[in-house]
């Protein structure tokens, strides 16, 4: 914009005064000024909705326009942008996101259930009337990957979108790398400290990445949202013994989501990983998220910040209400809705890479050889194969017969020939308990 | 933009076909479809200028007008946008950009020199006429770091940015902390294989980071250009003795580059600087380059990839061509150049921070005992203090008297403290070559 001119104000709307909520109108508001010379313009809230107006969030709510529901916010000729803070994959806040963009409003959003289920369908909306869709905050908390995704990489092809999306389930695996104990005692205290939901299954499950990784797939390859046909596996079944096998062969395990374009289509997987010690991802501890792409030309260009929280989710709203003051609308998903190709699933039985292989087996002749020669039958060629004893399987050192533990690492192989291996090693009757299986991610 | 205004090429002009111009070429011509999606409109070349017009590039150049000097091209009413691909902080560069604004045509620069020492006055002839001067690809090569500071991050008050800036030095670390081996011997090595320039002294003693971080110095704080004010320091003192002592003590020595807002001012500094390995700076090694912030809602974001070659400069030039061709037209340093604030120096003797001393002192009574008073009559307290024979200083292990290392950890200080105590224990005698210290970076 040239220097002089003076816009109006940006009228914004926010609806949702939870703790992101309010933490928006607090930095708005305390960095007014800084936003009125970046933007040159001002960025105005007028108008906020919640469930409850008396509730004390912190914040001045007087000189705000005041609207118990949102879609009313929505639609308020006040106001020039929406903000949904509500949450949820439907009701209240698609039904107020619809009502905006049929307002003719610009829309910013944190919710990652709404665009992984609707985007499509809400983006055509917003591109049919010149609206800007813009969800920045929905991904990653404040690593600016949409954008990233959106333009920075405009020029390259790329080859897979990769990280750590969820800090509940990395939080809870950093804490079982560096002090040893078990998932479940873990879990506990996270939740016992606000780091995991009462019922943790949508984040430990592999879920909330999951909603994630489809909205990166989409931004990555241009191709339609496919939420459904992500594989998706938790970090419910690591183990200390898992951990420890990790480290002493030169890893770590993260919960890692990626999508990756194959020679069969587009693989999108969410799963616990083995990542080597040396790579920065595995560096990225506690709360902390990081999304990586592999890119023709960029090369291998890594983001890694906060994934959540309601600071780092507010500055991403803030970047995404910068775009719009400063007249960038660009199609939600980089492209045109009508321009996504179609999503052509790439079966995780068709995997290719290297495993790591817990089996719990009875010492006893013949065991190990019939499990050699069960992969071998599959044609898998092993890196390692090493028997061990740990504390953390309470194996009985002495107890002839008793489950020992053998650790196999193979080379690349496809995952239909290793879950093949492993169901016949399994009926053969030589093991304790069903094979533990681990990918490895090649960095 | 909304969907189904056809809007005009973009009418690029590019100057200078070295590998980074002619890499440009290809990928504009390679993804031309996939760019014209994007940005909703052609990213067209028209015309070229260089030094050589029948030189073999691998790229056809029959269909672009041909330009001897880049000024005309400059100036031709062909063109939208000026790319400077030239280099040179003034000469063809500076004149053909200069002749580009006044021209009324946008510009896109890979030239850090060109912006670290004339950025201001630039940056004010584009805003004065409503177009971009754009550098992503002048700082950090594919990482688009400039994006980040100028738009993701415009609700943050930062307080430091930091990061690898130059990958010469981060290769020739790299292998010192992986294989061993000494600067020297390296650094030939690096030369040989082109990771080097033929005169090192630019990259290896700081400066190529040093004008990187000047210009994010700039985005990241609102503060005027200052390139002069860098505090720098090279690598070429760092021996295989503090690349094994960093080891031993959990650190890796990276060649940091940094500006931080102090009480005093801002510090902006290029030094070799420890920091822990379990941080994921430390693991990015060989010619990757990071870019870190320290942001008040944000947190603490950092960004990973190439920093230099051709592929990954053209992604950024792309990046810039792309933001132009979509309307996006920002204030070249995030705010405008009259709003920039002056520079206020903190000075290095007022850094404070922990440091890394390596002595090589006389293996004498009273040695030790001298040198721990002259850091205790400073004021400086210390973490640790290790007296070690390593093969690497070549000390006689049974030689009385002859010299032998003395590392010492010291707790958060005044780098003035730490000067005079230096200087003092040099003048006692006990030591036989100047101390070595290194900062240690709080991340």
Redesign the interface.
């Given at each position: 914009?040239?220097?002089g001119v003076r816009q109006a104000p940006l009228r914004i709307g926010v609806a949702g005064l939870g703790t992101v909520g309010a933490?928006l109108l607090r930095?708005?508001r305390d960095?007014a000024g800084?936003?009125e010379?970046?933007?040159g313009r001002e960025l105005r809230v007028v108008g906020v909705s919640a469930r409850s107006k008396s509730k004390d969030r912190g914040v001045d709510l007087s000189s705000f326009e005041w609207f118990d529901a949102p879609e009313a916010l929505a639609a308020s000729p006040h106001i020039d942008v929406f903000v949904e803070l509500i949450g949820g994959e439907g009701g209240a806040a698609k039904a107020s996101v619809e009502a905006a963009l049929a307002a003719g409003k610009h829309v910013v959003t944190a919710n990652k259930a709404l665009i992984a289920h609707h985007g499509a369908s809400l983006a055509a909306k917003a591109?049919?009337?010149?609206l800007a869709l813009n969800f920045?905050a929905a991904v990653a908390g404040?690593?600016?990957i949409v954008?990233?995704l959106r333009?920075?990489?405009?020029?390259?092809?790329l080859t897979r979108v990769y990280g750590i999306m969820n800090g509940t389930t990395n939080y809870i695996l950093s804490r079982m790398t560096h002090e040893g104990g078990d998932f479940s005692a873990i879990l506990a205290d996270a939740q016992a400290i606000g780091y995991a939901e009462a019922d943790p299954a949508f984040d430990v499950g592999g879920h909330d990445a999951a909603h994630k990784l489809a909205i990166l797939t989409t931004l990555a390859f241009?191709t339609q949202i496919s939420l459904d046909s992500i594989y998706i596996e938790g970090i419910e079944a690591i183990t200390a013994a898992d951990i420890g096998a990790a480290d002493d062969l030169g890893y770590r395990i993260k919960l890692l989501a990626a999508a990756v374009r194959t020679e069969s289509g587009i693989e999108q997987r969410v799963h616990p990983a083995m990542v080597p010690k040396?790579?920065?991802i595995?560096?990225?501890?506690g709360v902390?998220n990081c999304v990586a792409v592999d890119?023709?030309?960029?090369?291998?260009?890594?983001?890694?910040?906060?994934g959540a929280?309601a600071?780092?989710t507010?500055?991403?709203v803030?970047?995404d209400l910068?775009?719009i003051a400063?007249?960038?609308?660009?199609?939600p998903f980089?492209?045109?809705v009508?321009?996504l190709k179609p999503y052509q699933r790439a079966q995780m039985r068709e995997h290719e890479g290297g495993y790591y292989i817990r089996l719990s087996v009875y010492d006893r002749p013949g065991a190990f050889a019939a499990i050699a020669t069960r992969m071998a039958a599959e044609g898998i060629s092993l890196e390692s194969i090493v028997q061990r004893r740990t504390r953390a399987l309470g194996a009985s050192p002495d107890g002839a017969g008793a489950p020992t533990p053998v650790i196999i690492i193979t080379h690349r192989t496809m995952e239909a020939a290793i879950r093949r291996a492993l169901d016949a090693i399994e009926r053969d009757g030589h093991v304790d308990r069903p094979p533990q299986m681990i990918r490895i991610e090649k960095l």
């Open positions: 914009m040239a220097a933490g930095l708005l960095q800084m936003l010379v970046r933007c591109e049919g009337r010149g920045e404040a690593i600016p954008k990233a333009e920075s990489l405009s020029g390259n092809t241009g040396t790579a920065a595995a560096q990225v501890d902390t890119a023709d030309h960029a090369g291998g260009v890594m983001l890694a910040g906060p929280g600071q780092a507010a500055s991403s803030v970047s910068a775009d400063r007249g960038l609308i660009l199609p980089a492209v045109p009508a321009q």
